[in-house]
């Protein structure tokens, strides 16, 4: 009972917070860290010290977050912090269970960082370091988050491998004439190849035709986006 009345709560906690701080960025702030807040006392309670289910809710918080600043249009917004509330609550409710749910929530959370850091590079228009610098901590951290629940030592040197060809990835973007949505699909979709082959891997479930399954389904909907966007003429 308590895990569905605290799992509740957060829900209806972000669709509240968020939606009042809509318009105003320092109050999303302050609202995001409140929800992390919330949720990682109410997690402890739950789970105690378990760091990797303590850490997946303030990911997704975060990604929810970056999706959410970006998105101009109103009714979208209600929408997507709707959607975004409901999801939460079956997080909390599968939290410290291993499921392909979480795996997908844990994707998404992932592909609204990358949102986020492409975003703030394109509007404060900060140093090409400060989105390298970002891409390379958020992505060792996913990585950590992404290849817990097992131990093996050779998975500390993918941290390493998975942020650095990310970075360069994102360094490389940068400089492309597309809109920060795109780049940082593409970015996703670099993570998750990697991701996903590492993963496999590790639980000896890797094959070549997943392979050249995933790989050819990454190229095909990355050729369709890229024929789609609308690309800025070169100054």
Do not use: D
Request: glycine fraction near 6%; proline fraction near 3%; charge should be positive.
């Amino acid at each position: 009972m308590f895990n569905r009345i605290s799992s509740l709560t957060l829900a209806v906690l972000l669709f509240l917070t968020f939606f009042g701080s809509r318009n105003y960025h320092y109050i999303l702030l302050a609202a995001v860290v409140f929800m992390i807040l919330a949720s990682l006392a109410i997690n402890y309670k739950r789970l105690n010290f378990t760091w990797p289910h303590l850490l997946l809710p303030i990911i997704y918080l975060i990604g929810v977050t970056c999706v959410f600043a970006v998105i101009a249009n109103f009714k979208v917004q209600i929408v997507f912090l709707g959607l975004a509330s409901l999801v939460l609550y079956f997080l909390e409710m599968k939290l410290g269970h291993e499921s392909h749910f979480l795996q997908n929530i844990f994707l998404f959370s992932v592909f609204g960082w990358y949102v986020g850091l492409f975003a703030v590079q394109l509007y404060v228009r900060l140093p090409i370091f400060f989105l390298i610098l970002g891409v390379f901590g958020s992505t060792f951290l996913f990585a950590i988050q992404g290849f817990a629940g097992f131990s093996l030592p050779a998975k500390k040197y993918f941290y390493i491998l998975l942020a650095m060809v990310t970075t360069e990835t994102a360094w490389g973007l940068s400089f492309w004439p597309t809109h920060f949505l795109i780049n940082a699909f593409v970015l996703f979709c670099i993570f998750y190849l990697i991701w996903l082959f590492a993963f496999s891997a590790f639980f000896g479930k890797l094959s070549r035709a997943k392979i050249y399954w995933q790989t050819s389904l990454v190229l095909f909907v990355l050729i369709l986006v890229l024929l789609t966007a609308t690309w800025h003429p070169l100054k």
